[in-house]
């Protein structure tokens, strides 16, 4: 579904993203992990046309992206939720639900997605009328993963969900994030958690200093002793 071939990307002169080669098949669930800095959202961004890499191709669905402004890499059925989630904060739930939905044309899917997202995270259906900025951390997090999957994205990119997030809210993001793999929605995942990572994703791709320096399924990576002494701390 996706391919990016030989991706580099700088700010001024700092090397951010570096040779990066990375392919997520249909209905898979790829996860990235890496430490602060390692140019982790910065790949997302490339992804969704935030920012325009320096040299390589992104491909997806077999066409050329990259170059593309975000709202018509949007359009073609990528949906970013960011890190820090970015709402609308003085607009209620359902207004930031909404905005989500604002390239979904289909009533009919507009509803099943709508009940989907209540079905994952009741606490939204709870507090539908509630500003988004009175949201705990937790909640406005399950609604910036709202917001993106009201979209119906062919390919959902996850930034970070769990930041900042207690181990409890943590366990139920990822809880629902099974759920939307399991719904076979294709999703490129960001986490600095390695853990998590590694429990919900089918390929792993560690990002070190803007290079792929290790990818691999978790059964594969958990028996590197790089991997278990840094980041899931064996």
């Known amino acids: 579904m996706l ?7 700088y700010y001024e002169k700092a090397r951010a993203l570096e040779e990066i080669n990375l392919k997520v098949e249909e ?11 390692a140019g982790k959202s910065t790949l997302l961004k490339v992804i969704s046309g935030l920012e325009e890499p320096d040299r390589g191709k992104i491909e997806f669905l077999g066409e050329r992206i990259d170059g593309m402004k975000p709202h ?16 609308f904060y003085d607009m209620t739930v359902m207004e930031n639900i909404d905005l989500g939905a604002n390239t979904l044309k289909d009533k009919q899917k507009y509803n099943e997605l709508l009940e989907f997202i209540f079905e994952i995270f009741p606490r939204l259906k709870e507090r539908k009328k509630q500003r988004a900025g009175t949201l705990s951390g937790g909640e406005q997090q399950m609604l910036a993963i709202a917001r993106s999957l009201m979209a119906n994205p062919k ?25 939307i793999k399991e719904e076979g929605t294709t999703t490129l995942l960001i986490e600095q958690d390695a853990a998590l990572a590694m ?3 089918e390929n792993i791709h560690v990002l070190e200093e803007g290079k792929i320096e290790m990818r691999g399924t978790k059964e594969q990576l958990v028996k590197e002793p790089r991997i278990k002494k840094v980041y899931l701390g064996i």
């Open 155 to 179: 390919l959902l990119l996850l930034d970070e969900p769990s930041l900042g997030l207690a181990p409890k809210i943590k366990d139920t993001i990822f809880q629902a994030i099974n759920k």
């Open 72 to 87: 018509k890499i949007a359009k073609r059925g990528i949906a970013h939720c960011p890190e820090r989630r970015r709402l």
């Open 199 to 201: 429990e919900v994703g």
């Open 27 to 37: 209905k898979a669930l790829d996860a990235v992990i890496g430490p602060n800095g």
């Open 3 to 9: 391919e990016l071939k030989k991706i580099y990307h």
